[in-house]
């Protein structure tokens, strides 16, 4: 939230190339830290940079190319699951650890630097960690994210002056009429669609292995399918989103994630159809978000703080809906809680979306013809 409200009044590329940069301090000094109560402010200030970071990329994309920005929005985000599939590989390459190839969180992550740090008989508050593998995978990708921010810093110091790209911005702006009841429809929209999309790849590993009876190589690589295919078609989309429009691929993901988290449901226990469904639901899911970014510019002018807005109920539907699976799975092992919630937020997300179409078309059909050949 805090960084739409920055976006609004601080040029973005500013505001982003600080934001990196923070992120870069963090990822430098994590490993480092002898002390749980330093690993906190760090792990915070990572935190609130790659909230920032979050949120003015999107603002980004949308400043620079409006509703014309589709693909550009696909490849951003298409870079999200690029790397969220290598940075695992290369912090388990560091470890050097024959560990099983399942699903590690980001939080299991940071529970390990954080054990490791808490048993340093040291009473320094900075040490080099015993070991350095983990070290050189904390330097190399803050690295890589400094140089980033260094070209972030670059686009600033080459970007005309913000008088003229308020008017710019100023000229071009639309409001639909149901402005914020879009917004919080779309908030809730992205509340079930990422809560749902991170409950199941958190969760298709154990899921795997103690409902379907799978062993754990097998298992792996059904999580593995999961995110490949997402991350493909991320990729893919960025071709796609020159010739559909973003609400056509929304319906199209919503009907793949429908159709593939029922027949889970229906074959819960066939290994064939968890194969086949779980890869059509990666597949699925993959373009919703930044097509739904997309879409909602076309209607109304999103600002900072409008971003955040929706941003963060993206944020709390990966908080909440997976801690109340694990609740919930533990009360009931022997249902698949797992493949219930993501058909149930399929089902909502499906029939959120005609709603929020109707909300921002109704006003437009009398103003604008050109409305009309989507329609």
Request: one cysteine or more; glycine letters at 8%; aromatic letters at 14%.
């Amino acid at each position: 939230m805090i960084g739409g409200v920055l976006l609004d009044y601080m040029n973005p590329f500013l505001l982003l190339g600080v934001s990196m940069l923070a992120t870069a301090v963090g990822l430098y000094f994590i490993p480092l830290c002898k002390k749980a109560f330093l690993l906190i402010i760090m792990m915070a200030v990572f935190g609130a940079s790659v909230g920032v970071v979050d949120t003015g990329g999107n603002v980004l994309i949308l400043a620079l190319w409006g509703d014309k920005g589709a693909p550009h929005m696909q490849a951003l985000h298409f870079s999200f699951a690029l790397g969220a599939f290598l940075a695992p590989l290369l912090a388990k390459l560091a470890w050097g650890t024959a560990a099983s190839a399942q699903n590690h969180t980001e939080s299991d992550f940071n529970s390990l630097v954080l054990n490791r740090s808490s048993k340093a008989a040291s009473d320094s508050v900075f040490a080099v960690p015993d070991d350095m593998n983990l070290l050189w995978a904390y330097a190399s990708i803050g690295t890589y994210v400094l140089v980033v921010s260094v070209f972030l810093f670059g686009l600033f110091c080459k970007k005309h002056s913000r008088k003229e790209k308020s008017a710019a911005s100023a000229q071009g702006a639309r409001r639909a009429k149901y402005h914020w009841a879009l917004l919080c429809l779309l908030f809730l929209f992205f509340f079930f669609y990422v809560g749902a999309e991170v409950t199941y790849g958190s969760y298709v590993f154990s899921f795997a292995t103690t409902h379907v009876g799978m062993e754990e190589s097998e298992a792996a690589g059904l999580n593995s399918i999961f995110w490949g295919t997402f991350a493909a078609c991320r990729g893919l989309a960025i071709i796609f989103a020159t010739v559909l429009r973003p609400g056509t691929m929304i319906v199209l993901s919503n009907i793949g994630s429908l159709a593939s988290s029922f027949f889970l449901v229906l074959f819960d226990k066939n290994p064939l159809c968890l194969w086949i469904a779980t890869s059509v639901y990666g597949a699925s899911m993959a373009t919703t978000f930044p097509s739904g970014i997309s879409w909602i510019e076309q209607y109304t002018t999103l600002t900072g703080k409008s971003a955040a807005f929706f941003v963060i109920g993206a944020s709390l539907g990966e908080m909440a809906i997976p801690a109340v699976i694990g609740i919930l799975q533990e009360h009931y092992p022997d249902l698949p809680v797992i493949l219930y919630i993501c058909l149930g937020s399929a089902i909502f997300t499906a029939v959120l979306f005609p709603v929020m179409y109707k909300l921002a078309t109704l006003p437009l059909q009398r103003q604008s013809k050109g409305r009309k050949n989507e329609d």
